[in-house]
């Protein structure tokens, strides 16, 4: 089956860097997705990896692992309107988006 | 200028009832969908409509049925709601179908609408 794995709360401080992992096993790989969502808003796109390696965009980079089925999410200089839910998302064979299930982060002072 | 917009907000009803929810978006995108995210937060794809053609028709109940009237609206139509069906509908829009562009094409999401069957 179809499975992608994210833990399911995170917490970091403000100022700090933090790691968001993830794992997936698909059907066939076109791509993993990061979203954002804030409690109560819909999802909004961060990044998107198709190649192995670090994509960088700001504060944040994503990286990819296709061998290993592995990407993770890192956030820099953390700041409290970071708080929200990380979702990765991966591209199947069939082109279907394969949705985790996000991990709340939560920032603290 | 909201992108994709989505109507109402919140929907509370009473089993057995039938209900719709209603879907815009102003991007000129080619695909819109329709998702569903239950109380464990995974967003499960329901339906995508490319140029008023059904593409992708996940394994959902036929108490579901999208309507799309035009390229800019995707409306989804519940029947005979049941407890189950508690959750937030979230629309989507994206340029072109995930299959045509493969590569970083993105989706773009309404509000969501949050329905609550009592």
């Known amino acids: 089956g179809q499975n992608i794995d994210q833990p399911t709360e995170m917490t970091a401080t403000e100022g700090a860097i933090v790691q968001i992992n993830c794992t997936y096993q698909?059907?066939?790989?076109?791509?993993l997705f990061w979203y954002q969502q804030h409690a109560g808003e819909a999802p909004t796109f961060l990044s998107y990896?198709?190649l192995d390696g670090l994509e960088e965009k700001g504060r944040f980079s994503s990286f990819l692992s296709r061998s290993k089925g592995y990407s993770y999410l890192l956030l820099k200089e953390l700041q409290m309107k970071d708080s929200a839910s990380y979702l990765c998302?991966?591209?199947?064979?069939?082109?279907?988006?394969?949705w985790g299930a996000g991990t709340k982060l939560i920032i603290k002072p | 200028d909201t992108a994709v917009s989505q109507t109402p907000k919140y929907l509370v009803t009473q089993m057995g009832n039938d209900k719709s929810i209603k879907c815009e978006q102003n991007?000129?995108?080619?695909?819109m969908y329709w998702y569903k995210q239950d109380s464990k937060k995974f967003l499960k794809i329901m339906f995508s409509?490319?140029?008023?053609?059904?593409?992708i028709n996940e394994t959902v109940p036929n108490r579901f049925s999208p309507k799309s009237p035009d390229k800019a609206h995707l409306n989804l139509h519940i029947n005979s709601l049941e407890l189950g069906d508690s959750a937030v509908y979230f629309c989507?829009?994206?340029?072109?179908?995930?299959?045509?562009?493969?590569?970083?094409?993105?989706?773009?999401f309404g509000p969501g609408t949050r329905l609550l069957v009592l």
């Open positions: 989507a829009s994206s340029p072109k179908t995930l299959v045509e562009s493969a590569l970083g094409e993105t989706q773009y």
């Open positions: 991007l000129g995108h080619d695909t």
């Open positions: 409509y490319n140029n008023k053609e059904l593409i």
């Open positions: 698909t059907s066939g790989f076109n791509g």
């Open positions: 990896n198709v």
């Open positions: 998302a991966c591209l199947d064979s069939n082109y279907q988006l394969i």
